[in-house]
């Protein structure tokens, strides 16, 4: 996640500016979660609401999902900028992100997050593996919404870090963006 530095220079992707989600994930005992922007509907059908989630192949929360076939999305509220360190920053495999948090739980067992502008429950349905990232396409299952409260953006969210905060994302996505490159798969006609 950029946004002091253009992630897409000379792009007209640079001109977007996406809700900030926390995918949260859950395989046996172990609970996870991410930032995640890249999340869109994925229907028009109001009755069978459905979602397209991109997530990197290489975070701990992907591989709980994978295993489980499910995840939640939590639309983190304008307030809540300050969650982006954690789960933008750290990995599960070494941090419980929730351990200071008053959590519930949707429907499956996944963890909610309070205070979001609401949260939705998905199980997979299918996907494609771009090498550096999945796209997972998935039904909602179950869905809370809290009105009143204002999503938090990308561009809003890394404008509310401290400095220091902002050179680690954007180191993070820089050294990602590297990581990822040999993953990605080529596709010809």
Same mark, same amino acid.
């Given at each position: 996640m950029s946004g002091g530095t253009d992630a897409y220079p000379g792009s007209i992707f640079s001109l977007t500016d996406h809700e900030v989600y926390v995918v949260t994930a859950r395989d046996?005992?172990?609970?996870?979660?991410?930032?995640?922007?890249?999340?869109?509907?994925?229907?028009?059908?109001?009755?069978?609401?459905?979602?397209?989630?991109?997530?990197?192949?290489?975070?701990?929360?992907?591989?709980?999902l994978a295993v489980s076939g499910r995840f939640v999305l939590n639309l983190l509220s304008d307030e809540q900028h300050a969650l982006l360190p954690l789960f933008g920053l750290y990995s599960?495999?070494?941090?419980?992100?929730? &351990? @200071?948090?008053?959590? /519930?739980?949707?429907?499956? +067992?996944?963890?909610? $997050?309070?205070?979001?502008?609401?949260? *939705?429950?998905?199980?997979?349905?299918?996907?494609?593996?771009?090498?550096?990232?999945?796209?997972?396409? &998935? @039904?909602?299952?179950? /869905?809370?919404?809290?009105? +009143?409260?204002?999503? $938090?953006?990308?561009?809003?969210?890394? *404008?509310?870090?401290?400095?220091?905060?902002?050179?680690?994302?954007?180191?993070?996505?820089?050294?990602?963006?590297?990581?990822?490159?040999?993953?990605?798969?080529?596709?010809?006609?």
């Amino acid at each position: 996640m950029s946004g002091g530095t253009d992630a897409y220079p000379g792009s007209i992707f640079s001109l977007t500016d996406h809700e900030v989600y926390v995918v949260t994930a859950r395989d046996g005992e172990r609970d996870s979660g991410q930032i995640a922007t890249w999340i869109m509907p994925a229907t028009l059908v109001p009755d069978r609401p459905r979602v397209a989630v991109v997530i990197s192949s290489q975070n701990f929360t992907h591989s709980l999902l994978a295993v489980s076939g499910r995840f939640v999305l939590n639309l983190l509220s304008d307030e809540q900028h300050a969650l982006l360190p954690l789960f933008g920053l750290y990995s599960s495999r070494e941090v419980d992100k929730f &351990a @200071d948090m008053q959590v /519930q739980r949707s429907p499956e +067992g996944m963890i909610v $997050l309070p205070d979001t502008c609401g949260w *939705a429950e998905c199980r997979i349905v299918s996907q494609l593996d771009l090498g550096d990232r999945i796209i997972y396409v &998935a @039904d909602v299952t179950a /869905q809370e919404i809290f009105p +009143g409260r204002r999503p $938090l953006r990308k561009k809003e969210a890394f *404008a509310l870090q401290t400095p220091e905060v902002r050179a680690r994302l954007e180191e993070k996505h820089r050294t990602d963006g590297a990581r990822d490159r040999v993953f990605m798969k080529q596709f010809t006609r």
